[in-house]
């Protein structure tokens, strides 16, 4: 058993995300935490390809609530729901303000692991937060008794 868990980032890809939470509520201690980012809707539809998905056959987000609702069906307890969107747009225009362009080596790795088209799926998911039609979450739970 372990006294914390991570998933970052990985939620949009999971279609049966509670089948995951179920496992992750197992192997944590009582009182272990589990910390769970995640992009949701949050309102229309998205724009694809985003960086997990390039249409939404393959991307599996659901609403805030329908989340917070997978933990606590399987037992835990919701210590805190933290809104990250305004601080990934705000990463993002600073970013394009100023010019910080990925080195070749960084651009190259992106292109392997995400695929040529990675560029447009980031300016895609940084345009659906900006417009409200996803938003980023840092979900805090902890395994009750």
Known sequence: TFDAAICFYVGMNIADKAA?????FRVLKPGGKLIWTE?????????YPLPWAVAPEAS????RNA?????VDAGFHVDDIIEETGEHVELALKRASSGIMPSPAQQ????????A????RRKNYIRCLSEGRLASLAVIVSKTA
């Open 20 to 24: 995951v939470i179920a496992q992750a």
């Open 39 to 47: 992009a949701v809707l949050a309102g229309g539809e998205p724009h």
């Open 60 to 63: 599996h987000l659901v609403d």
């Open 67 to 71: 989340l917070k609702t997978l933990f």
């Open 108 to 115: 190259q790795a992106n292109e392997i692991v995400l695929g």
């Open 117 to 120: 088209e990675f560029v447009q």
